[in-house]
Nanobody, 113 residues
Framework: QVQLVESGGGSVQPGGSLRLSCAAS????????MGWVRQGPGKQRELVAV???????QYADSVKGRFTISRDIAKKTVYLEMNSLKPEDTAVYYC???????WGQGTQVTVSS
């Protein structure tokens, strides 16, 4: 069983930045892929960003050029750097381990003036 704990959410104004962290309870070195999924109010879940075992990354079109996913294998942590935030980025952001289909508890991000 893998536990994922997100942190770093909060409230920011449009144009602001946040960095989310996802700390795993076990090594992420050989995990097939890890990523971030978000669910906004009244919206379906959306896959935001993924990082593969080899470090390759993929992003939803809605966040390309603004969000960056990265990882620190030694710290067993995956990050999501979010810049130029927009009100439509408001959502609960979940960390996901795709290999075992593990999910974190989620962290709220609110973008509002």
């Amino acid at each position: 069983q893998v536990q994922l704990v997100e942190s770093g959410g909060g409230s920011v104004q449009p144009g602001g930045s946040l960095r989310l962290s996802c700390a795993a309870s076990t090594s992420i070195r050989s995990t097939y892929a890890m990523g971030w999924v978000r669910q906004g109010p009244g919206k379906q879940r959306e896959l935001v960003a993924v990082i593969g075992r080899d470090g390759t990354t993929q992003y939803a079109d809605s966040v390309k050029g603004r969000f960056t996913i990265s990882r620190d294998i030694a710290k067993k942590t995956v990050y999501l750097e979010m810049n130029s935030l927009k009100p439509e980025d408001t959502a609960v952001y979940y960390c996901r381990d795709f290999q075992g289909d593990y999910w974190g508890q989620g962290t709220q991000v609110t973008v509002s003036s």
